[in-house]
């Protein structure tokens, strides 16, 4: 069988095309697969697509939704997930260590007399690069994409609310199924015991993909204290798994022998 595209130049890295090639879902143009994942987008001047198809001819073709439209929230085909990204920690953790470098610089050594030297330049470098640092802390945003359509679940990287990267993450033909986990964490000091509640799909290898943030269920602030999961995030697991095909299971880690007592 032959696939349409084969003989043509990837517009991204300028070689021929000598397998099943994707092509984009506005202009059409066939590029390698990899190459698309890496570009994050059509490489075609002008067009700049984020979504790409198997085959050409008639297909969705839609834009990307972004994480605060109403498509987002009403689309039947496609979820949008908060998660904290590796990449959104990294940033959040600057300003801190840069913080800690500059207070490592204020203090410094002591010297063979027995002095804390004071090195003034190190440390208004670091306290600037920390304020730099900020930037970057108020616009990074990542969010994953469960596209139906696709069948493909996206990483978004953006930048004050634009999109930069977008890369496939896995297909939903690897993923097994869906988990809502919660952790116990039992009263200690001046903490109420608490259950974390996140959302995950689980590959085939057993990665686990986060599609929520942390809720956290505090003793204190409910008037009854259970092992349920939140219902706003059973329903997101329930919307997910209609979009997956996949179904969705429960699982607590460090359940307490005993079913935490009335809270009040």
């Known amino acids: ?40 987008k059509c490489a075609i001047y002008a067009c700049s697509s984020l979504r790409y198809k198997q085959v050409r001819g008639p297909g969705p073709g839609v834009v990307w939704i972004e994480k605060s439209s109403k498509e987002a929230q009403s689309d039947s085909q496609a979820y949008v997930a908060d998660f904290t990204s590796s990449r959104e920690r990294w940033v959040r953790a600057a300003p801190l260590v840069l913080v800690f470098l500059a207070g490592l610089a204020y203090s410094g050594p002591e010297d063979y007399h027995g002095q804390t030297p004071y090195w003034p330049f190190a ?3 670091f306290i600037g690069l920390a304020v730099l640092s900020l930037i970057p802390l108020a616009g990074v945003s990542d969010y994953r994409i469960v596209d139906g359509k696709t069948q493909m679940i996206w990483v978004h990287e953006t930048f004050f609310g634009r999109i930069h990267r977008a890369s496939p993450e896995t297909r939903f033909a690897n993923c097994r199924h869906l988990k809502v986990q919660g952790r116990y964490r039992p009263a200690s000091g001046d903490d109420s015991e608490r259950y974390t509640w996140e959302l995950f799909v689980v590959t085939q290898r057993g990665k686990l993909l986060s599609l929520s943030d942390p809720v956290h269920v505090t003793s204190g602030l409910l008037s009854r204290f259970t092992d349920e999961p939140p219902p706003a995030l059973v329903e997101t697991a329930r919307r997910v798994g209609a979009i997956m095909d996949l179904e969705v299971t429960t699982d607590i880690r460090g359940r307490p022998t005993r079913r935490p007592s009335q809270a009040g």
Not at 1 to 13: A, L, N, Q
Not at 30 to 35: E, L, V, Y
Request: proline fraction near 5%; charged fraction near 20%.
């Open 123 to 125: 440390v208004e470098l």
């Open 1 to 40: 069988m032959t696939h349409e595209g084969i003989g043509t130049k990837c517009p991204v890295c300028g070689d021929g095309i000598a397998e099943a090639p994707v092509f984009c879902t506005d202009c059409e143009a066939a590029h390698h697969r990899d190459c698309f994942a890496y570009n994050g």
